[in-house]
């Protein structure tokens, strides 16, 4: 059962637009969410994240928005360059102090020139 | 500050021999953590340790161990591979929440 969901693998912008990427989770005791972008040959990094008592994170042209109700959060990238091309993989933490994070299957974004 | 240092880059291994993946990090970080991933497939968890001498079962652990004798090094071994071991395999740490990767190990069993 895959609790973090990242339903669409592409997603295809021009440069300048907004770029909107979706995710959901289905466990309630996460209490920490991540953005991590990863490029081929390379590991991922981390981009932005959000708390859960919070619904909206924003830095610089990224911003995070939680739906705790809709168990929903979307990374807005305004506007997108061709440099923002890659993998963009949705995290969640849980409240235990473990730290481990639960990763969605990840969403390819391409910014065209 | 290197971070994050994974070794090898790349294998090739043959059906059951086995090897160590090495991961380091210089930021004195307590949680460590191994992934495993597959095309088109998110970061799955192996192993992760909470601080030396601590570890304990991810999502995926059946086929590998681990060990963690300071906080630095966290190596993942493969007893036996087969070729559905084969995949990139990130390393991670963390200080609370953002985990800092490796730059990752590309397996191949065959």
């Known amino acids: 059962d895959q609790q973090v969901k990242q339903n669409s693998p592409s997603l295809s912008v021009q440069e300048g637009r907004i770029s909107i990427l979706n995710c959901d989770y289905t466990?309630?005791?996460?209490?920490?969410f991540l953005w991590y972008k990863k490029y081929p040959a390379e590991g991922p990094t981390f981009l932005i994240s959000?708390?859960?008592?919070?619904d909206k994170n924003e830095d610089g042209r990224f911003t995070v928005f939680l739906n705790k109700s809709a168990k929903h959060l979307s990374l807005h990238i305004v506007p997108s360059q061709p440099g923002d091309s890659a993998v963009y993989f949705c995290a969640a933490k849980d409240s235990g102090n473990t730290g481990k994070l639960i990763f969605g299957q990840g969403t390819t974004l391409q910014v065209k020139p | 500050n290197a971070g994050v240092t994974q070794t090898p880059k790349f294998r090739i291994l043959k059906i059951g021999q086995s090897m160590t993946l090495q991961c380091t990090q210089d930021m004195n970080h307590n949680y460590m953590y191994w992934y495993r991933q597959d095309p088109g497939m998110g970061l799955k968890l192996i192993y992760y340790?909470?601080?030396?001498?601590?570890?304990d079962k991810g999502e995926v652990p059946n086929g590998y161990n681990v060990s963690r004798s300071t906080t630095e090094d966290f190596p993942l071994r493969l007893e036996l591979a087969a070729p559905s071991q084969t995949s990139v395999y990130f390393c991670a740490s963390s200080y609370i929440d953002e985990q800092f990767f490796g730059p990752g190990t590309r397996l191949t069993v065959l």
């Open positions: 959000i708390s859960s008592i919070k």
């Open positions: 466990n309630s005791m996460f209490d920490y």
């Open positions: 340790s909470v601080g030396a001498g601590i570890t």
